[in-house]
C-alpha cells in the first residue's frame, strides 16, 4: 500500500472537487479505497478494460473479493457509525454486478490517476513516457465507449426501423379495411400517420446521429494510432539511445495491449461501416489505410543485433509482432533475414536489388509464446559469411560503413480477407573482419547512437555536434560500461575537452565548441599514436575489469591535466598522492605523489603507469600499499584508511615442495638496487621477487612476470645462486617530472629509471 500512503500526504493539499472525482461518492468512496489499499495494490487492474470481455469472470471474483472484505473490516470496526457507513458501502458496489468489468476499469483509473498525481524524490527517466501513455490509454478508453454507444445506436435505429416497417404495413391494411367496408377511421388513420412520421424522424435523427459518430471515431481511431506509432518510435529511439548507456525500459507489453486495442476498435468501426451498407465511402477506405500502417508498424526488432559484427561469428536477434495474438491460423509464418548497405536501407519501398552480405541461418519461425504473450521469431546462430563493400569515399574506412540486417514476412491478419507484407530493419551495424578493427567500429556506432536524429533518412548523421552533447555521451558510455553511479567530474570534463581540442592552456568553458567526427577517431592525438576514442575506450575498459570499486568510491581523480595536476599538489605536504589515467599510454592507470626535491623543495613525481596486465598480476590496492613514499590520498586521507581494504593476504607459501618460495612486492625505481650501470633516479615502478626463509636449499626459484617486466629463474647452486637481470622495454614515460623549489618554479626533469629486478635472501 506505499502509492496510498504517499497519495495521502497529497489529498490535503487537493481541492475538494478533485478528490470528489477522483473517488466518487457513490460508486467508489475515498474510504473504499482507504480500508482495502493494500489487497488492492496488490491486484493486477491494469489488464482491464471495457472490450475485454474475456476477463468479465475475473473482474466478477475481484468485485466479489473486494465486497468480502469490505465487509469484514466493517465487522470488525468498533465504531458503530464508522461500521454502519462502510456496510452501507459495500451494498452500493453491488450495483456493479451488472458490469464487473466496469467495476475494474475503475479501479485501475484511479490507481493511474493516483499515480500521476504522486511526487517523485527520484523520478524515473521513462515518467514523462508514462504520463503520456496514461493519457493515450484514457484516449483509447474513450473510443472504445464511443464504439460502444455506436453500436448502441445502430441496435435503436434497428429496432425503430423495424417498428416502422411494422407500422406501414398496418397503415396500409388498416387503410384498405376502411375502404372495404366503408368505415370512417380517418382520427386512427391520422393518428398512425403521425405516429409512422415520428419514426421516420426518429430514423432519421439516429442516422445522422450515427453518420457523426462514426466519422468521430475514424478520427479519434486515427489520432490514437498516430500517438502509438509515434510512442513505438520512442521506444526504438530508447533502444538505439541504450547502446550508449541511457536508460531503456525493453517492455513492449503495455504498448502491445494499446496496438492490439486499436486494432479491435478497427474492426469493430469497419463492421460497423459494413452494416451501414457504406462500403465504398471514405471512411471506409481511411480505416483500410489505418490498417495496413498499424499491420505494419506493429513488427519491430525486439533484441537488436550487436551493433558491430565480425564476420564468420555467430551472434543473435529478435523480432517481434504485437499484433502476434491476432495472426491468422493455419501456415506458419516464416521470417527471413537479409543484409542491406545504406542506399538500399533508404528505399525500404523496394525490394534491395543486390545482394549485399550472404547470411548464414537467416529464416525463423513466428512463433507465440503463451507464458509471455509475445509472438516472435528468434535468430540464434546467424552469422554473416561475407560481405560487398560499396566504393569508399576519400579517407573513409571499412569501419565507417554502415549496413542493417531487413527482416519480411507475409502474413494475414483474422477478419483481414487478404496477407501484408511486413518488414523492419534494425538498428545500424558495423561489419568488421578483425578484431583489431572492433575499436573504431564501435566508435562509428557510438557518434550514430548518441546524435542521429530520431526520424533520420538512413545512417545520416552530423559531422560535427556541440561539445557538451559529446560530454554527456562519455559520461554516459563510461558510467554504464564500468557499473558506476559515479560521473565524471566537471575537472575530467575540462580535461576531456582540452585533450580533444589540443588546447592545454584553455581555461574557458569549451560547452558551445563543436566537437568532428574526425577530432573523435579520426585524427590521432598531437605527439600520440592513436585517436581520442581510441585513448578513452581503454581507459574505460581498464577501469570497467579492475578498477570499478575504487573507481565508485570516488579513490581515483581520473582524468586530469598537467597544470591542475601541479596546482593542486604543490602545496601538500610530502607523501600525498593520487590517481590519475595515463595521458601517455592507452589504458593505463599512474600514480602522481609530492616528493622532496634534492634543493629543499619539492617535486612532483609520476609512477610508470599500471596497465591491464600489471593489474592482474598484482592490484592497485596492493601496489599502493608497496609504496612507502605515498601515505595520504589526496586531499589528505590516510592511504591505509582508504585503500586498506583492497589489501591482500599475503598466502603463507608452504616449504615442502622442493623450492624456495618467492613472493612479489613493487618497488619504485629509487628504492630498488639499480643496476651497476645505471645510477640515474626516478620514479619507474619495479617488482622485486624475494626468497623466503627456507630450509630446503640448492633448489631453483620459479620465474614470475609482471606485465612488461621480464623476470628469469635463478640458477640454485650449493654456494649460492645468481640472476640476469633485463631491463623493462617500457620506453613511453608520462609528462616529465618537475622538481618544484621552495620558491614554486620549475628546475629540470627527472628521467624514469630504468626497471630491473633483484633478489633478497
Not at 2 to 14: D, E, F, K, P, V
Not at 44 to 72: G, H, K, P, Y
Not at 414 to 425: E, F, H, K, L
Amino acid at each position: 500500500m506505499a502509492q496510498w500512503i504517499q497519495m495521502t500526504q497529497m489529498l490535503q493539499r487537493l481541492p475538494y472537487e478533485t478528490v470528489s472525482s477522483l473517488y466518487p461518492p457513490n460508486s467508489f468512496p475515498i474510504e473504499v479505497r482507504h480500508y482495502i489499499a493494500e489487497w488492492i495494490e496488490n491486484q493486477r487492474w491494469e489488464d482491464f478494460s471495457i472490450e475485454n470481455v474475456e476477463l468479465q469472470s475475473q473482474a466478477e471474483n475481484l468485485l466479489d473479493q473486494a465486497i468480502t472484505i469490505l465487509q469484514t473490516v466493517a465487522l470488525q470496526n468498533a465504531n458503530v457509525v464508522e461500521r454502519m457507513k462502510l456496510m452501507q458501502m459495500s451494498r452500493n458496489m453491488d450495483l456493479f454486478r451488472q458490469q464487473p468489468l466496469k467495476f475494474a476499469v475503475m479501479v485501475r483509473d484511479i490507481l493511474r490517476q493516483e499515480r500521476a498525481l504522486v511526487p517523485r524524490s527520484n523520478p524515473a527517466p521513462s515518467q514523462s513516457y508514462q504520463m503520456r501513455d496514461l493519457v493515450n490509454m484514457q484516449d483509447v478508453d474513450h473510443l472504445v465507449l464511443k464504439v460502444l454507444n455506436l453500436q448502441e445506436i445502430r441496435k435503436s435505429m434497428h429496432q425503430v426501423q423495424e417498428e416502422l416497417n411494422w407500422e406501414r404495413q398496418n397503415f396500409e391494411s388498416l387503410q384498405a379495411t376502411f375502404q372495404q367496408n366503408g368505415l370512417d377511421g380517418k382520427s386512427e388513420v391520422q393518428k398512425l400517420q403521425a405516429h409512422i412520421k415520428q419514426l421516420e424522424y426518429n430514423v432519421q435523427a439516429l442516422t445522422t446521429k450515427q453518420t457523426h459518430l462514426l466519422k468521430e471515431c475514424v478520427d479519434s481511431l486515427g489520432n490514437c494510432q498516430t500517438r502509438f506509432i509515434d510512442r513505438l518510435k520512442d521506444w526504438v529511439w530508447d533502444q538505439r539511445k541504450a547502446a550508449i548507456g541511457f536508460p531503456f525500459d525493453d517492455n513492449l507489453n503495455p504498448l502491445q495491449t494499446w496496438c492490439e486495442q486499436l486494432l479491435g476498435m478497427n474492426g469493430n468501426l469497419r463492421q460497423e461501416l459494413m452494416l451501414t451498407g457504406e462500403m465504398s465511402s471514405d471512411l471506409q477506405e481511411r480505416l483500410s489505410q489505418l490498417l495496413q500502417v498499424l499491420i505494419q508498424s506493429s513488427f519491430i526488432v525486439d533484441k537488436q543485433p550487436p551493433q558491430v559484427i565480425k564476420t564468420q561469428s555467430k551472434f543473435s536477434t529478435t523480432v517481434r509482432y504485437l499484433l502476434g495474438e491476432k495472426v491468422a491460423p493455419g501456415k506458419p509464418v516464416m521470417v527471413k533475414a537479409q543484409i542491406i548497405n545504406e542506399m538500399q536501407a533508404r528505399n525500404l519501398g523496394s525490394v534491395p536489388g543486390d545482394n549485399v552480405g550472404e547470411l548464414i541461418n537467416n529464416s525463423a519461425v513466428l512463433e507465440h509464446n503463451l507464458a509471455t504473450k509475445s509472438t516472435c521469431a528468434n535468430f540464434r546462430n546467424m552469422s554473416i559469411k561475407k560481405i560487398k563493400r560499396a566504393d569508399r569515399k576519400g579517407s573513409e574506412s571499412v569501419t565507417e560503413e554502415k549496413f542493417a540486417l531487413l527482416f519480411t514476412a507475409e502474413i494475414t491478419i483474422t477478419g483481414c480477407d487478404t496477407p501484408y507484407r511486413i518488414q523492419v530493419i534494425s538498428q545500424p551495424v558495423v561489419v568488421i573482419v578483425h578484431g583489431s578493427q572492433d575499436n573504431n567500429a564501435v566508435a562509428t556506432i557510438i557518434w550514430d547512437c548518441a546524435f542521429s536524429e530520431r526520424d533520420r533518412i538512413p545512417f545520416v548523421v552530423p559531422e560535427r555536434v556541440p561539445w557538451r552533447m559529446m560530454y554527456n555521451t562519455l559520461n554516459s558510455k563510461f558510467t554504464s560500461e564500468v557499473g558506476t553511479q559515479h560521473n565524471l567530474d566537471q575537472y575530467n570534463q575540462h580535461f576531456l575537452a582540452q585533450k580533444i581540442f589540443d588546447k592545454p592552456d584553455y581555461a574557458d568553458d569549451f560547452s558551445n565548441m563543436m566537437v568532428s567526427w574526425a577530432q573523435f577517431n579520426k585524427e590521432v592525438l598531437p605527439g600520440r599514436t592513436f585517436t581520442f576514442w581510441q585513448w578513452f575506450e581503454g581507459v574505460m575498459e581498464l577501469t570497467k575489469k579492475h578498477l570499478k570499486s575504487y573507481w565508485s568510491e570516488g579513490l581515483i581523480f581520473g582524468f586530469i591535466g598537467k597544470q591542475h595536476l601541479h596546482l593542486i599538489l604543490k602545496d601538500r605536504p610530502n607523501g600525498t598522492f593520487l590517481l590519475r589515467f595515463s595521458d601517455s599510454e592507452i589504458g593505463g592507470i599512474t600514480i602522481a605523489y609530492v616528493s622532496p626535491s634534492e634543493n629543499g623543495g619539492q617535486k612532483i613525481q609520476n609512477i610508470q603507469p599500471f596497465s591491464k596486465r600489471d593489474l592482474e598480476i598484482r592490484g592497485l590496492g596492493d601496489r599502493i600499499r608497496d609504496i612507502e613514499h605515498i601515505t595520504y590520498l589526496y586531499p589528505e586521507y590516510n592511504k591505509r584508511d582508504v585503500f586498506g581494504k583492497f589489501y591482500t593476504v599475503e598466502p603463507q607459501l608452504s616449504t615442502n615442495t622442493g623450492y624456495i618460495p618467492v613472493s612479489l612486492q613493487l618497488r619504485i625505481g629509487m628504492d630498488a638496487p639499480p643496476p651497476a650501470s645505471n645510477t640515474a633516479q626516478g620514479s619507474s615502478a619495479n617488482f622485486i621477487m624475494e626468497t623466503m626463509p627456507s630450509p630446503q636449499v640448492g633448489f631453483p626459484v620459479e620465474a614470475a612476470s609482471s606485465g612488461s617486466n621480464i623476470v628469469t629463474a635463478a640458477e640454485a647452486s650449493p654456494s649460492g645462486f645468481s640472476m640476469q637481470q633485463f631491463q623493462s622495454p617500457f620506453n613511453s614515460p608520462e609528462f616529465p617530472d618537475e622538481i618544484i623549489d621552495p620558491t614554486g618554479s620549475s628546475s629540470g626533469a627527472i628521467e624514469p629509471m630504468p626497471l630491473d629486478l633483484d633478489f633478497f635472501s
